[in-house]
């Protein structure tokens, strides 16, 4: 009971963050059509202006100006680069967001180094939340928790409750239309990226100390954020959601569990060969696999993905 517990709550707690890092990119995508590879640098970066930021003056002033840094940076991105490959059809655009993360990463490197840098938790949320059963639930993991919910609420109001949101969810479809009534659609659409970029950049401040600051952060998650917009379907932010909270809790339960794939195969009454290299694997070696697999099975059942409109 505690395993299953304790499991659930990191897996919301992991798919929560996952989630304010794959909804800029859905954002992204619903309204430019672009799915864009440097996302996860956008993350990267958040992480690394809250560390400097966090060095000089402390993590509060780093949580409020980390996004917005990241979401300036992503707004002259879409401007003066994104803009221009646009032009030239979306395997510009691709090959452009390709290019930037290698850029982005190279960047970090030369400015903060190769190895990791000394992100720490701040002292205020280091300590138990509360217990349960034999183990403590640390104050830092709700706090990641009351963060992402806060963003979805606030994104959820924007985007249906003021008349910014109205013009940006008219644009997603009816971008002409919107440009006649004389709103500047590339403007929205700067913003919109920008916007999305500051959401991936908050993630990377609240995650960068939780897990880990290094080059390679962006690496590691930049897979599973178009694994997740692809399981939840392009363009849906309710399927992000969804896809984003179900692949957090395999991957926190699957670590946890030692059962082999022979025992899982019996359950259903198939028995792999004995003494073969699949039958000595178990569920805990295969956690990195399961996501893939899972958007695998999506793609062939349901290719729309969860709650997806657009066929992919």
Known sequence: MEFVVISMLNGITYGLLLFMLSSGLTLIF????????AHA???MLGAYFAYQVSAWIGFWPGLLLAPLLVGAAGALVERYGLRQAHRFGHVAELLFTFGLAF??????RLVWGNSSVDYPVPAELDGTLFTLFSTDFPIYKGF??????GMLVALYTVLTRTRVGLIIQAALTKPD?????GHNVPRIFMLVFGGGSALAGLAGVIGGNAFITEPGMAAAVGSIVFVIVVVGGLGSLGGAFIASLLIGCIQTFSVGLSISITDVFAL??????????MARLTITQLAPVLPYLLMVAILIFRPRGLMGSRES
């Open 268 to 277: 259903f009454g198939i028995a792999l060969p004995q003494g073969s290299q």
């Open 144 to 149: 990641m928790m009351l963060i992402s919910v």
């Open 41 to 43: 640098s956008f993350y």
């Open 177 to 181: 239309m919107v440009e006649a009534l």
């Open 30 to 37: 619903s309204m430019m059509g672009v799915l864009n590879f």
């Open 103 to 108: 850029v982005v990463e190279e960047l970090v």
